[in-house]
């Protein structure tokens, strides 16, 4: 656990990596032409950087009992002055528990995702998942996606769009699995439902490239699990906003 940034560095069982970085708070997405068209990035641009910069304010450690142990971690987000907390709780099985919580402390834009980022080794590239699919699904274009269990590998969610930008995800994902080769990997469980969004770019790649070809595969893998992202809109995409029920409005989040 590294306490200046709260995030677990690496995740290990029985000598096996399966966890690289994070998770970190997430809040951003790669804008698509629909948001830029409606000048999302303009308007809810202060939340790009509202989860890396943070500051630790508590970290505490509890043993419940000698299979299980608790962190708390508080933090305050100065880019949007709120307050974020994390709570792990470790399991001997191998098993973690996490519970983010979000509170605003101030009158903010509305949230284009809600989640946290993590780091997995790139060799955990085998995606499988009960949720909606095969094909990417956002909360305001899923329901032509049924429901079910779902198998590819993680670079083929991507979609090349003309220019790179948001794309991939799967929502009401009961659980998602992301193994290597040999059947070892790591699971992740909502309660009750994800959104999950996994590749090999960042955020930041995607919003700095003009085309696909420019850009270059990262080694790790980059899972985006969200408790909702904003709706992509599409009514047009020169100025139409999305739909206001498929908006995140800024509120207290957990």
């Known amino acids: 656990l590294d306490r200046s940034t709260g995030e677990i560095s690496s995740f290990k069982y029985r000598g096996r990596e399966y966890f690289r970085a994070g998770p970190r708070p997430d809040f951003w997405r790669a804008p698509t032409d629909n948001d830029h068209g409606n000048k999302m990035p303009l308007r809810l641009g202060i939340w ?4 890396e910069v943070r500051e630790v304010r508590n970290i505490s450690m509890e043993r419940v009992h000698s299979a299980h142990v608790r962190i708390s971690m508080i933090f305050f987000l100065p880019v949007v002055q709120s307050e974020y907390s994390v709570v792990y709780d470790i399991f001997g ?3 973690v528990c996490v519970e983010a919580s979000f509170i605003p402390g101030r009158e903010l834009p509305n949230i284009p995702r809600y989640g946290m980022q993590a780091v997995l080794p790139g060799a955990i590239s085998r995606m499988t998942w009960y949720g909606r699919g095969p094909q990417e699904n956002y909360r305001d274009r899923k329901s032509g996606y049924a429901v079910g269990i779902y198998s590819g590998m993680v670079d083929e969610q991507f979609v090349p769009y003309v220019k ?11 659980w998602v699995s992301f193994e290597s ?39 790790d893998i980059f899972v985006h699990i969200d408790y ?19 908006l995140l409005p800024s509120a207290s989040y957990s």
């Open 228 to 246: 909702e992202q904003m709706g992509v809109g599409g009514d047009d995409s020169w100025g139409a906003p999305t739909h206001i029920e498929y």
């Open 164 to 174: 790179p930008q948001e794309s991939g995800n799967k929502t009401d994902v009961r």
């Open 181 to 219: 080769t040999d059947g070892a990997g790591l699971l992740i469980t909502g309660l009750p439902c994800v959104s999950i969004n996994a590749g090999r770019y960042t955020a930041a790649d995607l919003e700095n490239a003009s085309h696909p070809f420019e850009l270059k595969k990262r080694s």
């Open 48 to 51: 790009r950087a509202a989860g």
């Open 93 to 95: 099985s191998a098993d």
